[in-house]
């Protein structure tokens, strides 16, 4: 690969181009080095640095919680079955065999065994959701409506213990003073 460089002219004004040829092939890819020996030469031993076959990234979502995640996994592993069956069904059918109908009727049993899997995940996100919380914004308004009751409710502790200091100071007598 070359590089461009832009000149501008001193009495035209134009702008020219010059492109100059590199010595050395460069690779494509950023992380990769050229290589050492020459295209045209046979036997050249190619050392390369080790470089990995992917590089991590971190995830961009949340990993699903424990149970909702176990529920999920159990879900498809039940919709693949009942979507097997129902493909064996149908070819049990095509095929004017003995098993079509008991494949039929199982099919109907695991289509309903499926639903309950798809409802469960979602059932289970909820029930989790409701007992971990969700995880607010800080520009909710929810959370901002939260902070002032908490408020309220730390003000209104603080006045009801300096009362009761008040009375507890007063002897309990209701006299204001000792004579």
């Known amino acids: 690969m070359g590089t461009a460089e832009r000149q501008e002219a001193p009495e035209s004004g134009v702008e020219t181009v010059r492109t100059t040829a590199s010595r050395r092939p460069q690779a494509p890819v950023h992380d990769i080095p050229a290589r050492a020996d020459a295209p045209g030469r046979r036997g ?3 050392e390369e640095p080790y470089r990995p076959l992917w590089i991590e ?3 961009r979502r949340r990993r699903l919680p424990d149970p909702v995640r176990t529920s999920a996994v159990r879900a498809v592993l039940i919709i693949s079955v009942t979507l097997i069956q129902a493909m064996v069904a149908f070819l049990c ?3 004017g065999s003995w098993l079509a ?3 039929v009727i199982s099919g109907v049993a695991s289509t309903v065994v499926a639903t309950w899997g798809a409802l469960d995940v979602w059932v289970t996100r909820q029930v989790w959701n409701q007992r971990h919380g969700v995880v607010s ?3 909710s308004t929810a959370r901002a409506l939260r902070r002032e009751r908490r408020k309220a409710r730390r003000q ?3 006045t009801e ?3 009761d200091r008040i009375r507890r100071q ?3 007598t209701g006299q204001l003073s000792h004579s």
């Open 170 to 172: 007063g002897g309990g």
């Open 156 to 158: 209104a502790r603080a």
């Open 137 to 139: 914004t800080p520009s």
């Open 93 to 95: 059918t095509l095929a």
């Open 44 to 46: 050249a031993v190619r």
């Open 161 to 163: 213990r300096a009362q």
């Open 57 to 59: 990234e971190p995830a």
């Open 101 to 103: 109908f008991p494949m």
